[in-house]
């Protein structure tokens, strides 16, 4: 059983940054793909950006392409979304999510992924 902890969240104002953090235990994450997700009010959970286990691909939505950057150590068990130039459409809870299965393809669909954190909050202000 993995336990995924979010952290990094806050109130920002639109075009500062944020660096979320989000680290498993329980069991070694390093050979699955893991990702990012989040939900603002009254909307589905949507996919933010994934990353392969190896850490040597990812891929954003297009929302975010190009501001948000993913990234894992695995040697510390924890994979990062570095958000820059955010706006307030940003403004979501952010979940990190893992596969159960090692390797794979990059799934997009929150359905995919077996493990979630308990999200953190991302508010950002015009």
């Known amino acids: 059983q993995v336990q995924l902890v979010e952290s990094g969240g806050g109130l920002v104002q639109a075009g500062d940054s944020l660096r979320l953090s989000c680290a498993a235990s329980?069991?070694?994450?390093?050979?699955?793909?893991m990702g990012w997700f989040r939900q603002a009010p009254g909307n589905e959970r949507e996919f933010v950006a994934v990353i392969a286990w190896s850490g040597a691909t990812t891929s954003y939505a297009n929302s975010v392409a190009g501001r948000f950057t993913v990234s894992r150590d695995n040697a510390k068990n924890t994979m990062y979304l570095q958000m820059n130039s955010l706006k307030p459409e940003d403004t979501a809870v952010y979940y990190c999510?893992?596969?159960?299965?090692?390797?794979?393809?990059?799934?997009?669909?929150?359905?995919?992924?077996?493990?979630w954190g308990q999200g953190t909050r991302v508010t950002v202000s015009s």
């Open positions: 999510a893992s596969r159960k299965l090692s390797l794979g393809p990059l799934y997009r669909s929150p359905s995919d992924y077996a493990y």
């Open positions: 329980g069991h070694t994450v390093s050979t699955y793909n």
